[in-house]
């Protein structure tokens, strides 16, 4: 018997006057650019005015932004929907890209620290009335990438270099959504220091009601939702005994399934995702609500299919703390578990395990989190189901 999955992305609110309400995470399981509705394209580049610093690794978003517009044109879109400029002139989305490595407006990245919050603070301006820039008044989103630094961070560099300095230009240009993002991929595994300051940024992130465009997140999944973050996977695609972009993009047909265009120190198949990924987090910040295309998704097995495993209700529920939760695997797969609150904030997680075939319990224990009503869902491949669960004190 089909089953519906189960969205949550309505929960995650926004108004582009107010700014963010809740956590709003651009990650792999944001990129599917056919399920953005036309109507929310238009309307973002209506809305947004976008300042965006990068070096190499943060121009993958943009290459790949420039391939698709081509690669959706001949898809049947409106012509040139997804056109982008630094001007926003001829309806396109209005993106000022700084210049890498010169040494113009918003050049290097977030791991030249205290220059990327010098250049943000000198583009922007002195603080109007508004909540703005007096130097450029119409922009009201600002986002950084990074290139190799995290790996070689401390967790008070995090902190200190990084999440502090945007909560202080936050208060300083609240009328400006500034974007948080994650660093790249780099082979050190889930025990590197990669792996923990890009954690740290996620999970302040979701406690504090940020945008956050997850890079490292994309670079671990392929399109299907196989998992290779376990598996030293690296900003190339490569991991332990093979590249995963390259496998995809050879099964698969180019044109049609993926687009080339350049992808600095990577696969054109990565570049693609990144700009799925973004154009979603555009258009949730141009008032979008998360919910897919109608027109599209009718017959999209990624919202419609036959699950390869059985999730069965948490046990005891209502439940004192702790509780567990059953399921089945018809085969061995790749398995991952959440637990959001009624805002579709994660309020727990269990990283993914390899597990076979068979049946599973996963304990869970939700410490000192309030009574209420939350969410589980748990992750197999590239399917997931999820169901509710009560916790009473």
């Not at 630094?149 to 240009?173: A, F, H």
């Not at 500034?178 to 979701?206: E, P, W």
């Not at 490569?238 to 995809?248: T, V």
């Not at 990577?266 to 897919?292: E, F, M, T, V």
Request: charged share 20%.
């Amino acid at each position: 018997m089909n089953k519906i999955v189960f969205l949550i992305y309505f929960l995650f609110l926004l108004t582009t006057n107010k700014g963010i309400t809740q956590a709003l995470v651009a990650d792999h399981l944001c990129a599917n650019i056919e399920h953005i509705p036309v109507a929310a394209i238009e309307e973002e580049k209506k809305n947004l005015h976008i300042g965006y610093g990068h070096t190499s690794h943060g121009s993958q978003i943009t290459s790949g932004m420039r391939g698709l517009v081509s690669f959706m044109n001949n898809k049947g879109y409106p012509h040139n929907l997804f056109q982008w400029n630094h001007s926003g002139s001829g309806g396109a989305l209005h993106l000022y890209e700084g210049d890498g490595y010169g040494e113009g407006d918003l050049d290097h990245d977030a791991g030249y620290y205290p220059n990327w919050v010098q250049e943000t603070r000198a583009y922007l301006g002195t603080p109007t009335t508004g909540g703005r820039g007096s130097n450029h008044p119409q922009m009201n989103v600002i986002m950084w990438s990074w290139c190799g630094q995290l790996s070689g961070y401390s967790s008070s560099d995090v902190q200190n270099n990084y999440l502090d300095e945007m909560s202080k230009l936050e208060i300083d240009y609240p009328g400006i959504i500034f974007v948080y993002m994650t660093g790249h991929s780099d082979g050190s595994g889930l025990k590197g220091t990669l792996h923990v300051n890009n954690q740290a940024i996620r999970d302040y992130c979701i406690a504090n009601n940020k945008a956050l465009f997850d890079f490292y997140d994309i670079e671990c999944y392929d399109p299907d939702g196989t998992y290779y973050g376990d598996k030293h996977v690296s900003d190339d695609c490569s991991y332990d005994g093979g590249n995963w972009a390259l496998e995809w993009q050879d099964s698969h047909q180019k044109g049609v399934d993926w687009y080339d265009c350049e992808s600095a120190h990577s696969q054109p198949l990565n570049a693609n995702l990144k700009a799925y990924a973004i154009w979603w987090l555009w258009a949730r910040l141009g008032g979008w609500d998360g919910q897919p295309d109608e027109t599209k998704v009718i017959n999209d097995n990624t919202l419609y299919f036959e699950p390869n495993f059985q999730l069965d209700q948490n046990y005891p529920n209502p439940f004192n703390s702790v509780t567990s939760i059953p399921y089945t695997l018809k085969e061995s797969a790749i398995v991952a578990l959440n637990i959001y609150n009624t805002a579709g904030q994660i309020v727990l997680a269990k990283p993914p395990k390899q597990k076979a075939d068979g049946t599973h319990e996963i304990r869970i224990n939700m410490g000192r989190l309030p009574s209420g009503l939350y969410y589980y869902r748990l992750f197999v491949g590239k399917d997931y189901e999820t169901k509710r669960l009560v916790l009473l004190r």
